[in-house]
C-alpha cells in the first residue's frame, strides 16, 4: 500500500479530494480539496464532457499539492445495485459464487453479465445433527455476536452484495486515465460513508448513517463495521433548492443562499422557508421510518440507537432537531475526522465542513 493514500469523491454538483498518510497511527491529514463539478459531467457519455470532468480533477490536484496518482473512487449509490441477501441457507464458498449469481437476478434490473459482482459473508451459521448451531469461522463474521443464538440465524447464510454496470466501470477508469491518474480500486459511497463515520469500532452503537447528497439520499444501516441494510431515493440538495425557488420565485442560486441561512427555521421569514422545505424534507424523513422498520422487523435483538447525518445536505439548519422530534432517536451531524489527525488550525474549518468530506475520507481510509 502507498504511503499516502487518496480517495476521490466525483459528485453531481463537486468534487472532493482527501489525501492520507496511512503508515502514521492515528492516520494523518496531508491535503484536501473541492472544486465545482462540471454539468453533466459524469452523468454524460460524451467524451467532450468526460475530459471536462477530468481537466477539473487536474485542476483540483494541483490545487491541493497532491502529486499521488494512485486513487481510490467512488461510484455513486444510485447507479449500483445493493442488497443485503439473508434467506440463503448455510453455504460453503464455492457454493455461495453460484448462488449468489442466481439469487441477484432478482434486484439486479440488468444481465448479471454485465455487472461486476461483489460480496462479503456477514453470517455463516451451520446446522449440526442435533439442530445446535455451530458457527463457522469466515472472514468479517461479526455478525454472530449480534445474532446471539437466535433461531432465525440458524442455518444461515447473510451476504452484503454489491453489483456494478460494467459500463459505469469503464467509465471511471476512462476519466481516471485522463485525468492522468490510475484507479485503485472503486467502492460505494455508502461503503466508504461507513468506513469514516463507524469503522470497525466496537462501542459504536448500531447506527444509521443518512447520506444527503445533490441528487440522491442514501441510507445504511451499519453495525459493529458492517453494513446491513441500504437504501437510496433520487430526492437531494437540489430538490429543497428548487422547492424554495419555486416558494419565492428565485434562481437557484438565490433559493441556496436562503436554504442554507434558514433552513428548517419556522420562525424566520414567517416560516416560508420552512414550509417550501417541509415537504421535501418530509419524503425523507417517510424513507428513514421504512428503513428503520424494515431493519428492525429482522433485527429486533440489535436496535437503532442513533442516526448519523452525512454529505451536503447534513449542514441544512434545523434538520437534525427536526428528524430527533419525528424519529425518537439521537440524531447528530457526521465527523469523519474522528479517526484522522489534523493540524490544529484546520480543526475549525473541518469541523464546518466535515460531512462533506465524508466519502472522500472514507475512500482514503481503505487499507488494501
Do not use: C
Request: no cysteine; proline share 4%; charged share 20%.
Amino acid at each position: 500500500m502507498p504511503k499516502i493514500t487518496v480517495g476521490l469523491d466525483i459528485g453531481f454538483s463537486s468534487i472532493k479530494v482527501v489525501a492520507l498518510n496511512n503508515h502514521e497511527k492515528p492516520v494523518k491529514l496531508v491535503s484536501l480539496g473541492t472544486i465545482g463539478a462540471p454539468v453533466p459531467g459524469m452523468a454524460s457519455d460524451a467524451d467532450i464532457e468526460l475530459e471536462a470532468t477530468a481537466a477539473a480533477i487536474k485542476k483540483l490536484f494541483s490545487a491541493a499539492k497532491i502529486e499521488e496518482k494512485n486513487v481510490i473512487g467512488a461510484l455513486p449509490e444510485s447507479r449500483v445495485f445493493t442488497r443485503v441477501i439473508d434467506d440463503l441457507p448455510y453455504l460453503s464458498d464455492s457454493e455461495l459464487t453460484s448462488a449468489i449469481r442466481y439469487a441477484s437476478e432478482e434486484f439486479i434490473p440488468v444481465p448479471v453479465a454485465d455487472v461486476e459482482l461483489n460480496w462479503q459473508v456477514l453470517f455463516r451459521n451451520k446446522l449440526e445433527k442435533n439442530e445446535a448451531a455451530s458457527t463457522s469461522a469466515v472472514k468479517n463474521d461479526a455478525l454472530s455476536s449480534l445474532s446471539g443464538k437466535s433461531s432465525q440465524f440458524r442455518g444461515k447464510t447473510i451476504v452484503f452484495v454489491v453489483a456494478t454496470p460494467k459500463v459505469l466501470v469503464n467509465k471511471y477508469i476512462k476519466v481516471m486515465k485522463m485525468a492522468g491518474l490510475n484507479l485503485r480500486a472503486l467502492e460505494t459511497e455508502v461503503i466508504a460513508s461507513a468506513r469514516s463515520l463507524v469503522g470497525n469500532n466496537p462501542f459504536s452503537p448500531t447506527s444509521l448513517i443518512i447520506q444527503m447528497d445533490a441528487t440522491t439520499t442514501d441510507f445504511a444501516v451499519v453495525s459493529k463495521g458492517l453494513i446491513l441494510l441500504t437504501r437510496s431515493i433520487a430526492t437531494g440538495g437540489v430538490a429543497l433548492t428548487r422547492a424554495v425557488a419555486q416558494q419565492f420565485n428565485f434562481e437557484l442560486s438565490q433559493a441556496e443562499e436562503y436554504k442554507k441561512v434558514y433552513g428548517l427555521a419556522s420562525d424566520q421569514l414567517e416560516g416560508k422557508v420552512f414550509q417550501a422545505l417541509k415537504g421535501i424534507v418530509d419524503v425523507i424523513l417517510e424513507e428513514t421510518k421504512r428503513v428503520i422498520q424494515a431493519y428492525s422487523s429482522k433485527n429486533p435483538q440489535n436496535p437503532i440507537k442513533r442516526i448519523v447525518l452525512s454529505g451536503g445536505g447534513a449542514k441544512l439548519p434545523g434538520l437534525v432537531i427536526y428528524l430527533a422530534n419525528n424519529l425518537g432517536l439521537e440524531v447528530q451531524e457526521a465527523d469523519p475526522w474522528y479517526f484522522v489527525a489534523k493540524d490544529k488550525v484546520l480543526r475549525t474549518k473541518l469541523a464546518v465542513e466535515g460531512p462533506l468530506f465524508t466519502v472522500a475520507i472514507g475512500l482514503a481510509l481503505r487499507e488494501d
